[in-house]
C-alpha cells in the first residue's frame, strides 16, 4: 500500500510497504513530521507548554497486536515551558533512535531562557505492562535562575530520572549552585494571593500560553478538586557553597549542602544553611553575626535564626532576626538584660534613653525606621522609646522610599512641634502645627525641598 496521513497542520506522514489481511506482520514504511501540539490534549498538567516538530524516518514490523518501530524521530525546535514556576527551555533539537518498541535518547539539547544549556539523554523501554521502565538523565550547565530584584544565580544540573515512568520513577542527582546573590529589599512585599482568571475572547498571543480548556467542563464552571495526581520520590542534594545576603543594613555570606526528599507533590528539605561571616549596620554602628542559620519548615518554607552582638560600655547587646523569612521578627537582647527600648540605645549612644539629646534622639528615630522596612511599625519597642523620651508622637508609616518616621512633642497646648525622618538622605522636614480655634488650624513646615504654611479648617457634622 501507498498513502498519506495528514491531520491539519500537526500530521503529515507517507505510509508505503503491506498491511496483511489475516495473520502475519506489517511492513510499513513510516516518514514525514508530526507537530507536538498534538500532544496538548493528553497533558495533564494544565502549565505546562509543549511544542516543537519532529521528523520521523523509519519502519513500522511486527505482528499487528504489538508491532514496533525501527528508525529515527529528530527534534526540532523544540519547547517546554512551565507557566507557573517559569521554566522555559526553548530550541530544543535532537534524535531519539528506535528499536523495536525501545527508545534511546542520543542528546536532546535546548536552551534555558534568561541562560544556560540543558540535555537529555537515556532510554525508555516500551513494556507498557511493565510501567515503561525509563532512565534518563538530565544535565544542565549555567542555568540562570533569578527572580527579578531579589534573587541572582546559576546552577549546574545532573539529574537521574529511573523506575516506571507510568507511576513514579526516583528522581535524584545533585543540583549545585555558582555564587548566590540574594538582596533583601528596602520593603518586604506584602503577601499577595493567588486568584483564578477565566479569559473570555483573549487574544491570539495569548490563547496560545494557555492551557487547553477542558472540553468536558462547561465554560465557567469551577475545576473539579485535583486528584493526588503525580507524586514521585525525590532523592536530591543541593550544594550551595557561597550564598551573600545583603541589604537593610546586612552584609553576610552562607554556605552548606540540602537534601530534598519526600515526593514532587510533598517536598521536604533537610539540612540548613549557615554563617560564613557577616555584619549587621544600623546607622553607624556595625555589628558582627555571631550566630546564623536557616533552616526549612512545613516542606519548603526557609526559617532564620541570625544573631548580631556588640559590647556597648558595660552591656553585651544583641540583635536577634527569628522565623520564616517572609515574616520575620527582630528583638534586642542584653547582657545583662534590659528593655529592648534600653538596648536600642545603649547600642547606638552607649547611653540610656532618657539620658539622649535632642539630635540623638532623632538618629534613634531613623534606626528605627530602618528596622521598620524590615518588621514594620510594631508598637511594642516604638512605644517603649516614646514614653522613654516623653514625646507626644513617634510613630513609623510606609512612603515611596521605604519608612519616615515623625517625632513631636505639644509645648503648649495648642502648638505642636515634630521632625519628620524618612530613610534616605535629605528627606528631613520640621513642622509646626497652631490650633487656633476648635476647627481652624495653622499649618508649616521646612526641609530640604523647601517650605510652605497653609490653613486647615474641620467641621464635624
Wanted: proline residues 6%; without cysteine.
Amino acid at each position: 500500500m501507498n498513502g498519506t496521513l495528514r491531520g491539519g497542520e500537526t500530521i503529515n506522514l507517507r505510509l508505503d510497504g503491506s498491511v496483511p489481511a489475516g495473520a502475519g506482520n506489517l511492513d510499513l514504511g513510516l516518514n514525514g513530521t508530526v507537530d507536538l501540539a498534538l500532544l496538548r490534549p493528553f497533558i495533564a498538567n494544565p502549565s505546562l507548554v509543549v511544542t516543537g516538530r519532529t521528523t520521523l524516518a523509519g519502519r513500522v514490523t511486527g505482528p499487528l497486536a504489538t508491532p514496533g518501530y525501527t528508525g529515527t524521530i529528530a527534534l526540532s525546535n523544540g519547547r517546554v515551558a512551565d507557566i507557573t514556576s517559569g521554566v522555559d527551555v526553548r530550541d530544543l533539537a535532537g534524535t531519539i533512535r528506535l528499536a523495536g518498541r525501545n527508545a534511546s535518547f542520543g542528546s536532546i539539547d535546548g536552551n534555558v531562557v534568561g541562560g544556560g544549556t540543558i540535555s537529555l539523554s537515556g532510554d525508555v523501554e516500551g513494556d507498557v505492562a511493565g510501567g515503561l521502565p525509563v532512565n534518563l538523565k538530565v544535565t544542565g550547565r549555567d542555568v540562570r535562575v533569578r527572580q527579578q530584584g531579589v534573587l541572582d544565580t546559576t546552577a549546574d544540573l545532573d539529574i537521574t530520572v529511573a523506575g516506571r515512568a507510568t507511576t513514579a520513577p526516583t528522581i535524584g542527582g545533585t543540583i549545585t549552585l555558582g555564587r548566590v546573590d540574594v538582596t533583601i529589599p528596602d520593603r518586604l512585599p506584602l503577601s499577595v494571593s493567588t486568584i483564578d482568571v477565566i479569559h473570555k475572547n483573549p487574544p491570539r498571543a495569548l490563547a496560545a500560553r494557555l492551557p487547553p480548556p477542558d472540553p468536558r467542563r462547561p465554560p465557567g464552571e469551577p475545576a473539579a478538586p485535583a486528584g493526588p495526581g503525580f507524586a514521585a520520590p525525590l532523592d536530591l542534594t543541593v550544594k550551595a557553597a557561597r550564598i551573600f545576603v545583603k541589604g537593610q543594613g546586612i552584609d553576610a555570606q552562607f554556605g552548606g549542602s540540602l537534601q530534598v526528599r519526600g515526593t514532587t507533590a510533598a517536598p521536604q528539605i533537610l539540612g540548613g544553611i549557615e554563617l560564613v561571616r557577616g555584619t549587621l549596620t544600623i546607622l553607624t554602628q556595625r555589628l558582627e553575626f555571631s550566630r546564623g542559620n536557616v533552616t526549612f519548615q512545613d516542606g519548603l518554607v526557609p526559617v532564620l535564626d541570625l544573631a548580631a552582638s556588640t559590647t556597648a560600655g558595660d552591656v553585651t547587646a544583641t540583635v536577634n532576626v527569628t522565623g520564616p523569612a517572609a515574616q520575620p521578627q527582630i528583638t534586642f537582647t542584653s547582657s545583662p538584660e534590659l528593655p529592648q527600648d534600653e538596648v536600642i540605645s545603649r547600642l547606638l549612644f552607649n547611653r540610656a534613653s532618657q539620658e539622649l539629646s535632642a539630635a540623638e534622639a532623632i538618629q534613634l528615630a531613623q534606626a528605627v525606621a530602618q528596622l521598620a522596612g524590615l518588621t514594620g511599625s510594631g508598637p511594642g519597642v516604638i512605644d517603649g522609646i516614646r514614653e522613654k523620651l516623653g514625646l507626644d508622637r513617634l510613630g513609623v508609616e510606609p512612603n515611596e522610599s521605604g519608612a519616615q518616621l515623625e517625632v513631636g512633642k505639644y509645648i503648649t497646648d495648642n502648638v505642636y512641634v515634630g521632625v519628620e525622618q524618612g530613610t534616605e538622605a535629605g528627606s528631613s522636614r520640621v513642622k509646626v502645627d497652631i490650633d487656633i480655634t476648635d476647627n481652624v488650624k495653622v499649618q508649616g513646615s521646612a526641609g530640604s525641598d523647601g517650605s510652605r504654611v497653609g490653613i486647615g479648617m474641620e467641621w464635624d457634622y
